[in-house]
T-cell receptor
Framework: KQEVTQIPAALSVPEGENLVLNCSFTDSAIYNLQWFRQDPGKGLTSLLLIQSSQREQTSGRLNASLDKSSGRSTLYIAASQPGDSATYLCAVSPYGQNFVFGPGTRLSVLP | DVKVTQSSRYLVKRTGEKVFLECVQDMDHENMFWYRQDPGLGLRLIYFSYDVKMKEKGDIPEGYSVSREKKERFSLILESASTNQTSMYLC???????????FGPGTRLTVL
């Protein structure tokens, strides 16, 4: 059964730093991987979707990469801002199964 | 932009009440999902539907039922609310074959 982990569980950085969030999954048979942002008490906002045939996707200051063979994805945030403070979740879409979510990384960007 | 809406942001109910949570999406998505999210347990799938009048159990269906009479609307029903159903409930939808999930704003349900 597919399992998804995220490291670190929490991260605190000063404003302006570049940072990397990690997502690992146990089975490489996936359709895609999606990164989300969740603000406290709110729903999930889709940030980036990487199809299984792709290696990376970019949106503004965000860049997500996917290495299916090693079961890893990273979310790179450039020049972090206090407004980036949120919980970031990754989810994989395995063949023949429903979506599997990671537990999330709680990010705090200090002004 | 895809929009997924949920009927309430906050809801307070009494033990034993019947509770309806509604989710509506405006992009003609075939697939719809109900999750609950609890601290330390992450997102857990309650029920999902791949088409009108179709429903499938997720990982934790006990104590819940669903209804999908129209393609755009997916309702979650708590037949007799209990305190252990206090949670954040999230609805999501996807377009068949593409699998990008879009979520609603969530409903924070408190059962007293």
């Amino acid at each position: 059964k597919q399992e998804v982990t995220q490291i670190p569980a929490a991260l605190s950085v000063p404003e302006g730093e570049n940072l990397v969030l990690n997502c690992s999954f146990t089975d490489s048979a996936i359709y895609n991987l999606q990164w989300f942002r969740q603000d406290p008490g709110k729903g999930l906002t889709s940030l980036l979707l990487i199809q299984s045939s792709q290696r990376e996707q970019t949106s503004g200051r965000l860049n997500a990469s996917l290495d299916k063979s090693s079961g890893r994805s990273t979310l790179y945030i450039a020049a972090s801002q206090p407004g980036d403070s949120a919980t970031y979740l990754c989810a994989v879409s395995p063949y023949g199964q429903n979506f599997v979510f990671g537990p999330g990384t709680r990010l705090s960007v200090l002004p | 932009d895809v929009k997924v809406t949920q009927s309430s942001r906050y809801l307070v109910k009494r033990t034993g009440e019947k509770v309806f949570l509604e989710c509506v999406q405006d992009m003609d998505h075939e697939n719809m999902f109900w999750y609950r999210q609890d601290p330390g347990l992450g997102l857990r799938l309650i029920y999902f539907s791949y088409d009108v009048k179709m429903k499938e159990k997720g990982d934790i269906p006990e104590g819940y039922s669903v209804s999908r009479e129209k393609k755009e609307r997916f309702s979650l029903i708590l037949e007799s609310a209990s305190t252990n159903q206090t949670s954040m409930y999230l609805c999501a939808s996807t377009f068949e074959g593409y699998n990008e999930q879009f979520f609603g704003p969530g409903t924070r349900l408190t059962v007293l």
